[in-house]
């Protein structure tokens, strides 16, 4: 029973770190319905960002946090600007858009091979690695530390959607992007803000997946997960995206700790297979059909 | 005559609402029927329900005697239903050759081997296939546009090719969904004597959907009228437009139009 | 650049050609794209292999002949497709998108699992039989066969799901069968590449399948243009060339693939092609249809007024 409640904490961090990543998938996809395959990148450049403050510029933990999210918040805009606006611009199928993002991903991937190289490297140590005890249970302090800024992440993200002007043309935008433009909303604006947005939680969840892990140029793929947790979830819906996540991040470590590690990264996979067969628009996704 | 098409209440509904409502009506075989009614009043959702793009909540729909109710919409095609498009849909980006050819598939049996392999049944039977795509072309005045992108051709060729599209797959009944619709009257003229024209050469029958008052008063013989879901009159064009609940009904609609 | 290393670009090439060729099928004439083809390569590789690796080697392998792995790689992989076609062919656009990306990743990751196969550490051992002949033979009849059924009513039918799904449906079209067709010819010949691709190799390794190799062999058919075979051969040739070339720049060369994947979208999205053939009756179609299309404006142009401008407007994206 121990065990059980050990691995569920265990799931309920990483999974918060997934949700961080899949509502950057979620919101984008909302608005330009399209999977962004280059948050991947974002993401990955986050954890480099967040490692080179700690390590070169020797910055405290908390600034190097904001530093590394700063650059990914610019990065996410700067690819929107590059890859996607001038298809905006002249109305492409959602085909090009994936393809334009898949182009990104392997940009970004070796731009950070060709300059940083692609060696593993691991973060300083920030945190003491003796974990808290709360009763029979032992919780790491990253981890403690991961779930914590997550959930203020998330619940601040989800103010900002339901209470603020932006949010709420956000949300209009979502629902019809088109009708949006009518009414006068710039959704040239709104879309900026989404990859800020998305861009920003990168950053932080980079940071967090680099500490927890290690830092390397392939994490993007590594990423994917998070946007399997999306679509699990239901593409485009923020609190889906984050139940979809929690529930991966604790089923996995199920699959860790009690069949294999080695069939981890797979489950996440047949999970999606499975929601794709049984419930296509995945646990809070809109069903739409199809008018003649 | 015998009805060639038969709708018996006919239902349709969308969550709580009911698209269509127990309608029932018949087309003889050889007719040409109109569909009528303000916007919303379910007629696209007939044509849906008839050529299996919906799926029917209750009541049935025979054609030739046999129920087509929960066939997929090929197979219907195949039972020789067609239908246009109220927002036109042609293969945009084919020549007006290839849209006509590529619905004259249902005239060749030739299988994927004979295909791969160019073996003679495929060739013989593909000659045939072309033949009858600019034969079709000719009758319908296409010729000259043949190399044409469909997208590039103006909107009332668009509608006639989707029209010749439909006559390809030689059906028995045809549907046209506002076929007029952003016409000038001479088109909309041009159209009509289309439509008697088909009839008799192409021996079909056809339900036509129009807003064009002139246009189905002057070709159908037999009119159906629908308002929100339920069907109002039906009966001959003149008894129709005399019908005193079609009147209120339609300058209801006048005033949104 | 002595010609042994030249030989084995232009094979990396003809061995990219015959998957570009089935993608270019399902993607270019049908209308559906897949992130998952390098799951179908992997199986034909991998169930090639098993045929021809000698049993002194691997205790799995059958040690037959190379025709027989080519054979069972092919059909390995049409009869995966065919399941994966079941679940997700009825899924609209980008979920058919997604669910391949997932069956790609899945195959990769189960085949690192699979101890008689080396697991990730990879499977050596496997024949070098692969040899460039061979392979342009086998482009050549993969380039017949797919010409042939592009211009015939099944052909036409796939095109027809392409342009507009409904509109070929009430038509008659058995739009199920026909994705389900284009995926499986596309998924042998993704499994036929892949064993080539071993027996060329004489090594494979699961993570030679990821999504990046999916993604690359898309971007090939994108490039060449979507819906032409001329453009599909000549996307294979220059960008399995390219990288090559590229190597005097080493680290930098994926980066310029990169740049040169969101450049082509951006600037030059119809791809090189842009759906027209390289060949005799497709440059005489093209030329026709210019021609056609020069008249209808000037039609129109006389008619101003009486005609709507509609054939004024360009070809649309």
């Known amino acids: 029973m121990t065990q059980f409640f050990q691995q569920v904490i265990n799931g309920l961090s990483i999974g918060s770190v997934y949700a961080l990543m899949a509502v950057g998938y979620s919101l984008v996809y909302s608005i330009m319905n399209f999977s962004n395959f280059a948050h991947g990148g974002v993401i990955m450049l986050g954890a480099y960002f967040g490692f080179f403050s700690l390590t070169l510029l020797h910055l405290p933990f908390l600034a190097a946090f904001l530093l590394a999210s700063i650059g990914t918040t610019i990065l996410a805009i700067v690819v929107e600007r590059i890859a996607y606006k001038p298809l905006r611009e002249r109305k492409a199928p959602f085909l090009y858009f994936i393809i334009s993002a898949m182009g990104a991903s392997i940009l970004l991937e070796n731009i950070v091979i060709a300059t940083i190289g692609p060696t593993f490297r691991t973060y300083p140590e920030v945190f003491a690695r003796t974990p808290i005890s709360i009763g029979p249970l032992a919780i790491g302090r990253l981890d403690l530390l991961m779930f914590v800024i997550s959930a203020v992440c998330l619940t601040a993200l989800i103010l900002f959607i339901e209470k603020t002007k932006m949010g709420k043309a956000i949300q209009a935008a979502a629902y019809n992007i088109k009708a949006c433009a009518l009414m006068g909303i710039n959704t040239d604006k709104v879309i900026l803000i989404v990859f800020g947005l998305g861009g920003f939680l990168a950053g932080v969840a980079g940071v967090f997946f680099g500490m927890k892990y290690t830092v390397y140029p392939q994490i993007g793929n590594i990423t994917t997960k998070s946007f399997i947790a999306a679509v699990f979830g239901g593409l485009g819906s923020l609190p889906g995206a984050v139940l979809g996540s929690v529930i991966l991040g604790i089923l996995e470590t199920f699959v860790a700790g009690y069949l294999s590690s080695q069939y981890r990264d797979l489950i996440a996979f047949v999970i999606l297979i499975g929601v794709l067969i049984i419930r296509p628009s995945g646990i809070m996704g809109k069903n739409t059909e199809d008018k003649a | 005559m015998a009805a060639i098409l038969e709708i018996s209440n006919l239902t349709k509904r969308f969550g709580g609402l009911a698209a269509v409502n127990d309608v029932s009506f018949s087309v003889p075989e050889g007719a040409i029927v109109g569909l009528i009614g303000p916007n919303g009043a379910g007629k696209t959702t007939i044509f849906n329900l008839i050529t299996g793009v919906y799926s029917v909540t209750s009541g049935d729909v025979k054609f030739q005697g046999q129920s087509i109710v929960g066939l997929p919409p090929f197979k219907i095609a195949d039972r020789g239903i067609t239908r246009t498009f109220q927002n036109i849909r042609l293969f945009k980006n084919l020549t007006v050759f290839e849209n006509v050819l590529t619905a004259c598939h249902m005239s060749a049996q030739y299988n994927l081997a004979e295909t791969i392999l160019r073996l003679p049944r495929f060739r013989k039977e593909e000659k045939l296939l072309y ?127 | 650049m002595d010609w042994t290393y030249i030989q084995g670009i232009l094979m990396l090439a003809g061995i990219n050609l015959i998957s570009v060729l089935g993608l270019s099928l399902l993607t270019g004439f049908t209308g559906l794209f897949s992130f998952g083809h390098a799951g179908f390569m992997a199986i034909g590789a991998y169930i090639g292999a098993l045929m021809t690796v000698s049993p002194s080697t691997t205790p799995a ?115 199920f069968k026909y994705k389900m067709t284009a995926l499986i010819i596309s998924a042998v010949y993704a499994g036929v590449a892949g064993v080539f691709f071993g027996h060329y190799m004489t090594f494979i390794q699961p993570k ?110």
């Open chain 3, 61 to 175: 392998g059958l040690g037959l002949p190379f025709f027989v792995g080519i054979i069972a790689g092919g059909a390995a992989a049409g009869i995966v497709s065919y399941f994966i076609g079941r679940i997700t062919l009825s899924l609209k656009g980008d979920y058919f998108c997604i669910a391949t990306l997932g069956f790609g990743e899945a195959t990769r990751l189960l085949l690192n699992n699979v101890q008689i196969f080396g697991g990730s550490r990879g499977w050596p051992g496997v024949p070098y039989k692969s040899t460039l002949p061979v392979i342009v033979l086998v482009d050549v009849v993969a380039v017949l066969f797919l010409a042939n059924l592009i211009k015939s009513r099944h052909g036409r039918n796939m095109i027809a799901v392409r342009e507009e799904e409904l509109a070929a449906q009430v038509s008659g079209i058995d739009v």
């Open chain 3, 208 to 317: 030679m399948f990821s999504m990046t190799k999916s993604t690359e062999l898309t971007i090939i058919v994108i490039f060449g243009g979507l819906g032409s075979i001329s453009g599909s051969v000549l996307g294979a040739v220059l960008l399995t060339a390219l990288p090559e070339i590229l190597r005097a720049f080493e680290i930098w060369r994926l980066v310029f693939y990169g740049a040169a994947v969101i450049l082509i979208m951006i600037s030059r999205p119809k791809g090189l092609m842009g759906g027209m053939e390289l060949t005799p009756s497709g440059i005489r179609k093209a030329q026709l249809e210019r021609k056609a299309r020069l008249e209808a404006r000037a039609e129109a142009r006389r008619l101003n007024g009486l005609e709507d401008g509609s054939a004024d407007e360009g070809r649309g994206a």
């Open chain 2, 131 to 257: 033949e009858k795509a600019e034969n079709l072309l000719s009758i319908m005045g296409l010729t000259e546009r043949r190399d044409l992108v469909a997208n590039n051709l103006p909107y009332g060729m668009q509608r006639r090719l989707e029209i010749v599209r439909a006559l390809a797959l030689d059906p028995k009944l045809l549907l046209l969904d506002e076929p007029a619709a952003g016409m000038n009257p001479d088109e909309t003229e041009h159209l009509m004597n289309l439509i008697g024209q088909i009839r008799k050469d192409f021996k079909l029958s056809v339900l036509v959907i129009e807003h064009h008052m002139d246009l189905i008063m002057g070709v159908c013989e037999h009119i159906v009228v629908l308002n929100f879901g339920l069907k109002l009159a039906e009966g001959r064009p003149e008894d129709v437009a005399n019908n005193p609940k079609v009147v209120e009904a339609y300058l209801g609609a006048t005033e949104e139009a």
